[in-house]
């Protein structure tokens, strides 16, 4: 079974840039798809974006200028550069697997989350 | 953006049968996929591909859909099955392709 687990800073200030990582394990990470979701407080989930194997990735429009995601096969990770944070990205942030194709994809596997603070 | 619309919440009393919609342009043409999430936890996928479950499921989880409407069903509810509950899709015909409707929290009354 694949396990994820993510890590990163808990606090953020107003303008920082919020790196995340997740640590893959239990699965090879080929021939799917990683992404990370995140989840506001009592609001529901916001898809962030997804890296494919290959290296090509897929980003939230509302995000992507600030956001960067990216594989790392030689270390089994998948990472999350969030830039100029504000009090909007507060929120519990999810690393999963995806399942599927182009035209297709549900996930099958979640970490547990990591919840990020954005405060001065 | 695509747009999954879900009711914000859902009552029943044990041992009935719940059904949580999730409805949007094109889902008729579309594989959904559900969710279960309990509070401080991650989400765990129920139904996949409309109705598809994974291992491990209790048949009582079962997905349909008619039309532009899915729909998740949960037969002979448990206190246990109180939970939110989110619809995603994969929308190819645009650059943001994971779509998550809004969630629908289940009360077991």
């Known amino acids: 079974q694949a396990q994820l687990h993510e890590s990163g800073p808990g606090?953020?200030?107003?303008?920082?840039?919020?790196?995340?990582?997740?640590?893959?394990?239990?699965?090879?990470?080929?021939?799917?798809?990683?992404?990370?979701?995140r989840q506001s407080p009592g609001k529901g989930l916001e898809w962030i974006g997804c890296v494919y194997y290959s290296g090509n990735t897929k980003y939230n429009?509302?995000?992507?200028?600030?956001?960067?995601?990216?594989?790392?096969?030689?270390?089994?990770?998948?990472?999350?550069?969030?830039?100029?944070?504000?009090?909007?990205?507060?929120?519990?942030?999810?690393?999963?697997?995806g399942t599927g194709d182009d035209t297709n994809g549900w996930y099958d596997y979640w970490g547990r989350g990591t919840l990020v603070t954005v405060s001065s | 953006s695509y747009v999954l619309t879900q009711p914000p919440s859902v009552s029943v009393a044990p041992g009935q049968t719940a059904r949580i919609a999730c409805g949007g342009n094109n889902v008729a043409i579309k594989n959904v996929h559900w969710y279960q999430q309990k509070p401080g936890q991650a989400p765990v996928l129920v139904v996949y591909d409309n109705s598809g479950r994974p291992s491990g499921i209790p048949e009582r989880f079962s997905g349909s859909k008619s039309g532009n409407t899915a729909t998740l069903t949960i037969s002979r509810v448990e206190a246990g099955d109180e939970a939110d509950y989110h619809c995603q899709l994969w929308d190819t015909s645009s650059d943001h392709p994971g779509v998550f409707g809004g969630g629908t929290k289940l009360t077991a009354l």
């Open chain 1, 11 to 37: 606090l953020l200030k107003p303008s920082e840039t919020l790196s995340l990582t997740c640590a893959l394990s239990g699965a090879p990470i080929s021939n799917y798809y990683w992404s990370w979701i």
């Open chain 1, 61 to 97: 429009p509302s995000l992507k200028s600030r956001m960067t995601i990216s594989i790392d096969s030689s270390k089994n990770a998948l990472s999350l550069k969030l830039r100029s944070v504000t009090a909007a990205d507060m929120a519990i942030y999810f690393c999963a697997r």
